[in-house]
C-alpha cells in the first residue's frame, strides 16, 4: 500500500500570498497517477488536478500542480478567499487508491 | 450533466447491514470504472472500494475487506456498496465517484451512523 503523507497539516497565509502544499509517497507513484482534491465544509471533493500536473476542467490557472516519483507538489499562486480550505493529495495509480491526511489552508 | 445520487444511508446497529446505492445520469454508466470513498465526521478521506466498468475488477481497502461488496447494474445505471457487520468506526459519509484520472465526479454523500 502507497502511504501518502501531506504537508504541512495546517497552513496560514493570507490572500494575495503564494501557497505550496506537499505530497510525499511511501513508493513511486506509477506514471504519475496522482491527484489533488478541494473540499470545503459540507461539500463533496473536488477534483483539481489529475497526472500530477493537468488540471481539471474550469480550474484556474493559478492553481498548479508538479513532482514525479514520491514527491509532489500543489501550488496556488495567489490565493483568493475561495482557495481556503482542505486539499488532498490521492494515488490512483494502484489499488489500494489511497489519500493522504490533508492540508487545512486558513486565512491568516 | 453528469449527476451522482447516493441514498440508503441511516441509522444502524452495530453488527448491522446496509446496502447503499448510487443512482447515475448524464454519462455512459457502463463505460466508466467506479469507486466508493467515506468520511468519517472531522477526518480525512478513505478509499473504500473500486469496480471496474464491466465488473471484472474489483478492489477493496484492507478495513472493509470481507465485510463489504461492491456491484453494479449497469443497465441501471447504478452502483452498490452491501456493508456488512458493521461497526462504530464505518460511521461515515459514503460518496460514490466516477473514477476517470482520479475520480472527476462525485455524489453530495449518504450518512451511515453505526450506534446502538
Known amino acids: 500500500e502507497i502511504v501518502l503523507t501531506q504537508s504541512p497539516g495546517t497552513l496560514s497565509l493570507s490572500p494575495g500570498e503564494r501557497a505550496a502544499l506537499s505530497c510525499r509517497a511511501s513508493q513511486s507513484v506509477s506514471s504519475s497517477y496522482l491527484a489533488w482534491y478541494q473540499q470545503k465544509p459540507g461539500q463533496p471533493p473536488r477534483r483539481l488536478i489529475y497526472?500530477?500536473?493537468s488540471r481539471a476542467t474550469g480550474i484556474p490557472d493559478r492553481i498548479s500542480g508538479s513532482g514525479s516519483g514520491t514527491d509532489f507538489t500543489l501550488t496556488i499562486s495567489r490565493l483568493e478567499p475561495e482557495d481556503f480550505a482542505v486539499y488532498y493529495c490521492?494515488?490512483?495509480?494502484?489499488?489500494?487508491?489511497?489519500f493522504g491526511q490533508g492540508t487545512r489552508l486558513e486565512i491568516k | 450533466e453528469v449527476q451522482l445520487v447516493e441514498s440508503g444511508g441511516g441509522l444502524i446497529q452495530p453488527g448491522g447491514s446496509l446496502r447503499l446505492s448510487c443512482a447515475a445520469s448524464?454519462?455512459?454508466?457502463?463505460?466508466?470504472?467506479m469507486s466508493w470513498v467515506r468520511q468519517a465526521p472531522g477526518k480525512g478521506l478513505e478509499w473504500i472500494s473500486f469496480i471496474s466498468h464491466s465488473s471484472s475488477a474489483i478492489y477493496y481497502a484492507g478495513s472493509v475487506k470481507g465485510r463489504f461488496t461492491i456491484s453494479r447494474d449497469n443497465a441501471k445505471n447504478s452502483l452498490y456498496l452491501q456493508m456488512n457487520t458493521l461497526r462504530d468506526d464505518d460511521m461515515a459519509v459514503y460518496y460514490c465517484a466516477r473514477v476517470t484520472w482520479g475520480f472527476d465526479y462525485w455524489g453530495q454523500g449518504t450518512l451511515v451512523t453505526v450506534s446502538s
Open positions: 448524464g454519462f455512459t454508466f457502463s463505460t466508466y470504472d
Open positions: 497526472g500530477a500536473s
Open positions: 490521492q494515488q490512483y495509480g494502484s489499488a489500494p487508491y489511497t
